[in-house]
């Protein structure tokens, strides 16, 4: 996370370039609509990333002083153009068409251990749960939560995976070092319950 205490300061490094900078920056993350990097700032300001950081996090503070309808985000490390919460019961009056998927407890539980294991395998997350968890997975990838990332180097090379930058935009959190960690004595209450659900479904023998 980038830190600038002094907005005065800020503004005097800036320079006269300042608002033309807030200008561009405002232009690039409306038109992407994704998590932007300070390097992809940097190019559109033609400036250098540290710079282009700097404007970035004083036109985020700047948002945010003045309520904005719009606001910037860190999501790690990028910057993101985001709708002002104070505002969303007015949005859905207009997009109730295009709410997103509801997550059931079954795709919850196992986005928090991709969340908090990151990256992680189907075995890490079957572990856990104690059942087959490829159309938690799947559903996951489809709503855009997770993705994979690259594959273990170990035989079978399995794949790993870990949350998307809409992961973090949607939940309302940094990066992976503002998540709350999963101890194991959750992931054990977590299998438990798995495991006890089960035998309420299935006939006996079959949730072996």
Known sequence: MCVFSDPVQLSLE????RNEYYNIIEAVLFTLSRAVSPAELAKA???DAGT????????MKKMDRDNNALLIREI???YQLCSNPKYFENLTEVVSSHKKPELSDVLLE???IVANKSPA????????RGVKSDF????????????????????????????????????????????PKTDEAAESRISDEVQLELKD???PGEDE
């Open 76 to 78: 790690d490390g990028k």
């Open 45 to 47: 300001c033609g400036t």
């Open 136 to 179: 938690a997975v799947n559903k996951l990838i489809e709503y855009g939560l997770i993705e994979e990332t690259g594959k273990l180097n170990v035989p079978g090379r399995p794949s790993v995976f870990c949350p998307t930058d809409e992961f973090y935009r949607r939940f309302g959190i940094e990066n992976k070092y503002g998540m």
């Open 52 to 59: 282009a950081e700097r404007a970035v996090v004083q036109l």
């Open 201 to 203: 479904i299935l006939p």
């Open 121 to 128: 395998t189907r075995m890490d997350i079957e572990k856990i």
């Open 110 to 112: 196992t986005l928090a």
């Open 14 to 17: 800036l320079g006269e370039d």
